[in-house]
């Protein structure tokens, strides 16, 4: 079995975690300062966020140096102490790389700005525009962040590719040169102690060679919000091109030889595309998107989890939500409702084969933030009148009920957002056996102890009305979603885990009350 079989994941988004210094936003140290609420928590996997130095115009998805830790985040001693503090307690530490493009202030992109023949000009994709005088972009394509994904270079008339902002130009991964720069950045971070990476829009590393024109209309839908009209439209020729799955083929050897974990954030909605990432030698596990776009209705969850199992087949790592996405307690109603279900839905994912994620504040059940009006960071609130931003998953982490909330002792980079006039905090839910944080604890802990579950990828389902019901090893797992209480079938044994009051235990059957999820153990 590898370290990372049978792990927890927790998705730290580091400027809004804890900030040691007063300066608003989090960093490392921060996160040293949090290593034994995550380790008592019972998670075992930390994703970080992008700690490289960065101008920032996508909060860290614009790299310019992809070798250091930023100062801002503690430089690169921080690193260190934090992976010496979180391994002494078992705790693993993964990296965010993002390959698919770089900062424009990157020394790779200024050079091959200031100098077309330079070898760093064939490390992006820059090309001829259309029409007589090359004024037109050199196809149909479009920024997830809005507009077209080109922009013209001023001094040679090119134009360079961007499937996000200008800022962050598209590196060409069909320039063996590109290849070799990135082994050669993983395995310094390897060498460092670094447990592995989460790889940044893994899907997108390789385009047509012949730049087609995806085949879209012209003109295109008027969708307020770009991500969501980047996310409708078919993308033949600029995602999931042939021989991607090489890079990771090639990487897998390389984290091989240290003991190294790679997931991929491959969006791609349909399994049967996804699955392909992880298989033998490939991403030891790939996100399964799906997870965290369901809402709380049985007729889109049920077929979700189980195409999920059956395609991920033990290497889909399931996400609750994240830095893009709302969070789960929002997404599934707000308020007590939305926690009850959020509660409900962890203990499901975390039944299921391959590597359950928290996002941060999940455990306690926060939800999003509320900004007040012109408080928006997010490029794609700033740039699209009209669209809702990513901000509002990205508030940071309400620690307490003091002045800085425990996150900082200065002003935070982003407000808070209090949602329904309370704060709901770890300070108040700890010791607290009914709140969110300590079931949560229970649930990754009594988890931790079902071996002979873990220990399997089979799951035999059950038909359960309004019931996600499976058995898998010695456990049988049930999640209500909104139906009346339902009866469970369940061998003789024992409930370890009740993610919400009123379960009844009758005879050879389970009752589970509505929005609740229980383990039992045979
Ligand atoms: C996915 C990241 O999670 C997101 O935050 C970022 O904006 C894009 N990739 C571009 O790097």
Known sequence: MAWWDGAVGYEIYLRSYTDSDGDGTGDLPGVTSRLDHLADLGVDLLWITPAYPSPGHDHGYDVSDYTRVADVFGGDEALDVLLEQAHARGLRVIMDIVPNHCSSEHPWFQRALEDPTAPERGFFHFVDGLG????QPPNNWVSHFGGTAWTRDPDSGQWWLHLFLPEQPDLNWDNPAVRDAFDEVLVGWFARGVDGFRIDVAHALVKDSHLRDNDWPDPLPDVANPLDL???????????QPGVTDIYERWHALAARHDAHLVGEVYLLEPSLLERYVADGRLHRSFYFNALRTGWDIAELRPM???GVTHG???FAWPMGSHDNDRAATRFGGGEVGRRRQSAYLALLCALPGTPYLYQGDEFGL???????????DPVAVNNPGATGRDGTRTPIVWDDTPGRGF??????????MNHGTWVTPAVQRGDTEAALERTRELLHTRRGCATMLATNEVTWMDVADTIAFRRGDVVVACNVGGPPTKVPVPDGDLIHATGDGVVIGDGVVVVPMDTTIWWRA
């Open 408 to 417: 900082t002792s200065g002003t935070p980079w982003l407000p808070f957002g």
């Open 305 to 307: 989890v189980h195409a």
């Open 313 to 315: 087949r033990g290497r």
């Open 230 to 240: 980047f996310n409708s439209l078919p993308h033949t020729f600029d995602l999931d």
């Open 367 to 377: 939800e999003n933030g509320v900004l007040p009006p012109g408080a928006a960071q």
């Open 132 to 135: 007589e005088h090359g004024e």
